[in-house]
């Protein structure tokens, strides 16, 4: 199965761009309601300002000598606006010059000494926003007063501490800055949970595509989601698998077709060299070249049957007889047969004490497999090398081995062996007779057992193949 990191997902990248959407959106909409909110105060905060000031400008009496401030026949609510705007007031001509006043509290009194009001005063009118060394912001409003026909015009700037209003917003402001990131780790994962269930389908479809083979193309994918999308994708699946099972079968049938063509000519033509080659009166270069042909003929007619016995196994394994099988007995039977052919190569097949093991399968087959592996081994081996037969319980399975010390397979070739036709060295397997056929029959018999076949091997070594077959009790 191919592995991808989690960020090439379409998961992350649905959830993703799902959260950074709503994130984006969500700053939006806030950043523009936090202006709105801010400005509004503002505007609310300069209309009440103006208001209490201009109350108070109406109390204030004002002569060259002296500036008053009467509460005279005032409601106590506007008493105590009145007196809300004592600690930040102040007064001054229109050259931006202090009139002195001994009202001034000891606030404005200070401010005025550090001089940090300069910019206050030369305001005539409007509003201003005023940061104290302190860290204090104020807002205040500066309106004339006074008559111009006689000169005697002033400006009262009357200041209010605006600290609550900007403690409110900054308020706003940091619960703004870091609902951003909290927003967007919750929509992710919602995404994320979102996507999975919405792509679960196309998993569930994607996994039952993975445990497809040649062997069950006839599969056909069943889905329990209805949603149109998924029924679509399983649908056109399911037709591709049809289509494909439909040329595997005829390749197939070719392929059985055309070796069963092959096998009459081939056995005519064996018959014929055989017979010619009887003849005394042959020269000796035609009698080699005709001993030459009978044995390429020879391998030919092994490859075909070979081939027979592929397409045979690939129709289904509902071939295989199944049945107990004692797996000792079919061992001790094949090392007999094939002893004479072992002691021709000076070979040795050993077996210690086979026990009595017995499997569920198809006696036939088996052998055909067993046959298969010992013939490589001997095929493989060196002169007057052994050959070990064992067989052992594993847990659920018996195990049988079958190691040479032969030329071994490079672990180049290792994977390829099971491959049709495929041979470690060409040149060499093809003078040993081989089809290139012999290890696919004997993997297409151990895994239509439900069994397993590994090989271990290390060139000039030898080679180990184990067989591992579902045991039956006794
Ligand atoms: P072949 O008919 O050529 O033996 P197989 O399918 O039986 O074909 O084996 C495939 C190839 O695997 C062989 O050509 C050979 O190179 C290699 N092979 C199989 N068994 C052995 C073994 N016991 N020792 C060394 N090489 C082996």
Redo the contacts with the bound molecule.
């Keep these: 199965m191919m592995k991808t990191s989690i960020i090439g997902t379409l998961r992350f990248r649905l959830s993703w761009t799902h959260g950074i959407i709503i994130s984006i959106v969500i700053a939006c909409v806030g950043s523009s309601h936090y202006y709105f909110i801010s400005h509004k105060s503002q505007k609310d905060f300069d209309a009440h300002l103006l208001l209490d000031a201009r109350l108070f400008v109406s109390r204030l009496s004002m002569t060259p000598v002296a500036v008053r401030l009467s509460t005279d026949g005032l409601s106590p609510v506007d008493v105590l606006t009145i007196e809300e705007f004592v600690p930040y007031f102040v007064i001054t001509n229109l050259n931006g010059e202090v009139v002195p006043c001994d009202l001034y509290s000891k606030y404005v009194q200070e401010m005025l000494r550090l001089g940090e009001f300069k910019d206050l005063l030369n305001q005539t009118s409007g509003f201003m926003s005023l940061t104290a060394a302190d860290g204090t912001v104020f807002r205040f409003a500066n309106l004339q007063t006074g008559d111009s026909q006689n000169s005697s015009e002033f400006v009262v700037h009357l200041g209010r501490n605006r600290e609550q209003v900007e403690a409110t917003l900054r308020e706003a402001r940091i619960i703004g800055v870091y609902s951003v990131p909290l927003i967007l780790a919750l929509s992710v994962s919602i995404g994320w949970f979102l996507a999975g269930r919405a792509l679960k389908p196309f998993d569930e479809v994607a996994q039952t595509a993975e445990h497809l083979t040649t062997e069950n193309l006839n599969t056909q994918i069943a889905t329990r989601h209805n949603e149109r999308e998924v029924q679509r994708l399983v649908q056109s699946f399911n037709s591709m698998m049809w289509r494909l099972n439909r040329s595997f079968q005829q390749v197939r049938q070719f392929n059985a077709d055309a070796a069963h063509e092959l096998r009459t000519p081939l056995a005519i033509l064996q018959g014929e060299n055989e017979i010619a080659l009887r003849s005394p009166s042959l020269p000796d270069d035609v009698r080699a070249v005709l001993a030459s042909n009978l044995e390429e003929l020879d391998r030919l007619t092994r490859v075909v049957n070979d081939l027979l016995t592929l397409a045979e196994a690939e129709s289904g394994t509902e071939i295989l007889q199944r049945k107990p099988i004692e797996v000792s007995a079919i061992l001790r039977d094949l090392i007999e047969e094939m002893s004479a052919l072992a002691e021709e190569r000076q070979l040795k097949i050993e077996c210690r004490g086979l026990p009595n093991l017995r499997v569920l399968g198809d006696d036939l087959w088996i052998r055909r497999a067993l046959l ?1 592996l010992i013939d ?2 001997i ?2 081996s060196k002169p007057g090398g052994i050959i070990e037969v064992s067989l052992k319980r594993v847990d659920s399975m018996v195990q049988i081995g079958i190691r ?1 010390y ?4 490079d672990s180049k ?1 290792l994977p390829r ?2 491959d049709r036709l ?5 040149a ?2 093809r003078t ?1 007779g ?7 029959i ?1 993997k297409w018999i151990v895994e239509a057992h439900r069994g397993q076949i590994k090989v271990h ?1 290390q060139p000039d070594r ?2 180990t ?1 184990e067989i591992l077959l579902p045991a039956v009790e006794a």
């Design positions: 298969n490589n081994s095929k493989y040479d032969g030329i071994g397979i070739d062996i099971f495929y041979r470690a060295d060409p060499r397997s040993k081989g089809s290139g056929l012999g290890l696919s004997v091997s030898g080679t193949v």
